[in-house]
């Protein structure tokens, strides 16, 4: 049997290798039905060879946008991890840094909420610093403008406050929401909206998504530490892992 698969298969490689590299117009008019027969009967009786071909087409393709993902990060990687205009909590001088783009509106930010907090609380040598994503609307985009005013007005360590009752709220996260998560958190509400008219707020979201899109990122939340990008809630331990990594091999996967 496997003889006999083995028969087939170089046969289909044969005769697909000799049709492709063979010129155009080579081939007569009776050479080219007879290769192609030879091909159509080895896809139909081997329809795995197409399974096959399409998961090696997968994994490559997942390779190279990888590869350029790291490349991107190691290009941009001051604006990603060192930005003044992403705000931070844990420990500012950790030893590994762990990148959220994220939006007040998306459930699984939501979720994912509580494994960072558990990261923090777990890890004392760990930085955890927030990029504004609002994709989900309107209601995301004003809540990010008065996040960028908090952070602003920030002096004490507070934003992260802020930061969890309006993402652990309840309900669309909107310029109301926002603004009320941040007078119960203790900020000057006045103040923040006047300063969600200063040019920083929209600059600060505009760097974010800028990185975002250079970096090909689509949904939230979106993690990054070291040279790798982690798409979705992926749950404490895959962070865990990604950040065990770094501090072994200097990669999120060794």
């Not at 992403?86 to 959220?100: A, I, M, Q, R």
């Not at 907090?117 to 995301?140: A, H, T, W, Y």
Request: aromatic letters at 8%.
């Amino acid at each position: 049997m496997l003889l006999r698969r083995f028969s087939f298969a170089a046969a289909f490689a044969a005769a697909a290798f000799a049709f492709i590299a063979t010129p155009a117009g080579a081939l007569s008019d009776q050479d080219r039905p007879e290769i192609e027969a030879i091909i159509k009967d080895y896809l139909v009786k081997h329809p795995e060879v197409l399974r096959d071909a399409l998961e090696a087409l997968e994994k490559y393709q997942a390779s190279e946008d990888t590869k350029k993902q790291s490349a991107t990060i190691a290009a941009n990687r001051a604006v990603i991890f060192d930005s003044p205009r992403g705000p931070s909590f844990g420990n500012p001088k950790g030893d590994v840094t762990l990148v959220e783009f994220f939006d007040y509106n998306c459930g699984y930010c939501k979720h994912a909420l509580g494994d960072v907090m558990k990261l923090v609380k777990d890890d004392p040598n760990l930085k955890i610093v927030l990029k504004e994503f609002p994709v989900l609307g309107p209601g995301s985009v004003d809540a990010a403008k008065v996040a960028v005013a908090v952070r602003m007005q920030d002096t004490s360590g507070k934003y992260f406050e802020f930061h969890k009752r309006l993402l652990g709220g309840r309900g669309e996260a909107n310029k109301e929401r926002a603004l009320q998560a941040a007078k119960e958190a203790g900020f000057d509400v006045a103040r923040i909206q006047k300063d969600m008219e200063n040019p920083e707020v929209v600059d600060t979201i505009r760097e974010s998504m800028g990185i975002a899109q250079a970096l090909g990122i689509n949904g939230t939340p979106t993690f990054i530490v070291a040279n790798e990008m982690i798409v979705g809630a992926m749950g404490y331990d895959t962070l865990k892992d990604k950040i065990d990594s770094v501090r072994k091999c200097g990669k999120a996967t060794c």
